[in-house]
């Protein structure tokens, strides 16, 4: 998957759940820094008032303060959060409220047109809500159906999610999975209608139980960063290490499989409507699920995973 060139993402969060969602943003700005990918536009997929204004203010200390951001219109998930308010109420930013930004499905359809064919890579790293929305929607005034758009000009689409346990992989569910479960029949549509490449960075290599994580390291970065606050918020003023479900999946966007992963892109994921899937080999489709990577010693890439995603978490944003 990886390109030549910067990689173009659209990024799809629900900044509010956990604080890994602020930390992916950290690490997708450090990847920009670095020439490695060029954002496009954010969207949000949650209804709650600070989401917004927390992406709205760390994209603006990253010195990107006019990245289009979109939120879901209408019905959504509203859940409160321990972490955006405090980051919003303390760091600058533009967008008052989630509310005050644009649609979120107009903005994939502004974003998606401008671009060349098959170059954009999406990665979502909360609800499917804004996704079954684009894939819903019509052609109008003479432009492509949602659908249509995404075939024309979408590479790939990265979605954290699922738990691939066993061999065949399946999901009951036991470890939790809320980026799907939270707005189930937007899940199901967006994955049942997706018509490209599609990889889920799933729970066993990159969240609980994984044994993968980071946090600790951003005492090292300093006390007015937004990202470094959203997790001493959600940890009650401590700073702690925390899965890299998130992180990991803008990191697999960008960088591809690098010394980090393996794929399993046999199959497809058999999913139900509770949530729950199988992952059945036939028909084989377009499908992959991450998979952990073994060195020459046999010792899997979990260190290198925190590593790499704690270096660009300290990597100072080149605009200061």
Known sequence: MKSAGPVNIIFDTDMHTDCDDAGALGVLHALADNGECE?????????????VPTIDAINTYYGRPDVPIGTVKGQGVLRKSVYTRGVAERFPHDLKSTASAPDALQLYRQTLEAQPDQSVV???????????????APAQDGKPSGLDLVK?????????????????????????????TYDAPATL??????PGD??????????????VAVGECLRNVP??????????????????????????????AV????????????????????MT????????????????????????????????????????????
């Open 255 to 274: 960088r591809g499989r690098g010394e980090f992963w393996d794929l399993q892109d046999q199959g497809h994921m058999a999913l139900k409507p509770d």
């Open 277 to 320: 899937f199988t992952w059945e080999a036939q028909p084989d489709s377009r499908q992959a699920y991450l998979l952990k990577k073994k060195n020459k010693d046999g010792v899997l890439s979990d260190r290198a995973v925190e590593a790499a995603l704690e270096k660009l978490l300290l990597q100072a944003p080149k605009a200061k």
């Open 39 to 51: 954002i496009l536009a954010m969207m949000c997929s949650t209804l709650d008032p600070w989401a």
């Open 122 to 136: 999406l990665v979502t790293v909360g609800y499917l809500t804004n996704v079954a929305n684009l894939l819903k």
């Open 189 to 194: 549509y967006a994955i049942q209608n997706w």
């Open 223 to 252: 006390a007015d960063h937004p990202v470094r606050v959203a997790y001493e918020l959600y940890f009650s003023g401590k700073l702690k290490n925390r899965h890299v479900a998130d992180l990991a999946s803008v990191l697999y």
């Open 198 to 211: 599609l990889v889920f960075a799933g729970r066993e290599v990159c969240s609980v139980p994984s044994g």
């Open 152 to 180: 024309q000009k979408v590479r790939t689409w990265v979605c954290m999610g699922g738990n691939f346990i066993g061999t065949p992989a399946r999901d009951d569910l036991k470890l939790g999975n809320v980026n799907f």
